[in-house]
């Protein structure tokens, strides 16, 4: 009787275990995922990650141009793609 008793509650616990662990997986995968879609800002001398809103590159001291900074461009493109053809005609 107690030997039963003591079975189905192993069982019941290891059930829920299973239950938990794969819902954590479930839950961190979908954050995971989140987190990949949004682009993150790169420095454009070294392409490092950066973080957001930096006006300085931790990796190579550059100064990153803001995002409110319009003084290169006639705001035809965005700064993110100014960045990138400057970047790309300063290597050629
Ligand atoms: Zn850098």
């Not at 003084?71 to 965005?78: C, E, N």
Request: proline share 4%.
């Amino acid at each position: 009787m107690t030997y039963g008793h003591f079975f189905t509650v192993l069982i019941n616990f290891i059930i829920v275990a299973i239950f938990l662990f794969i819902l954590i997986k479930i839950i961190t995968s979908l954050i995971k995922k989140k987190k990949e879609e949004e682009p993150k800002p790169t420095c454009p001398s070294c392409k490092c990650e950066i973080k957001e809103g930096a006006k300085k590159c931790q990796w190579c001291t550059a100064d990153i141009p803001g995002e409110d900074d319009v003084s290169s461009d006639d705001g035809k493109a965005s700064s993110y793609e100014t960045r990138y053809m400057e970047d790309k005609y300063a290597r050629s």
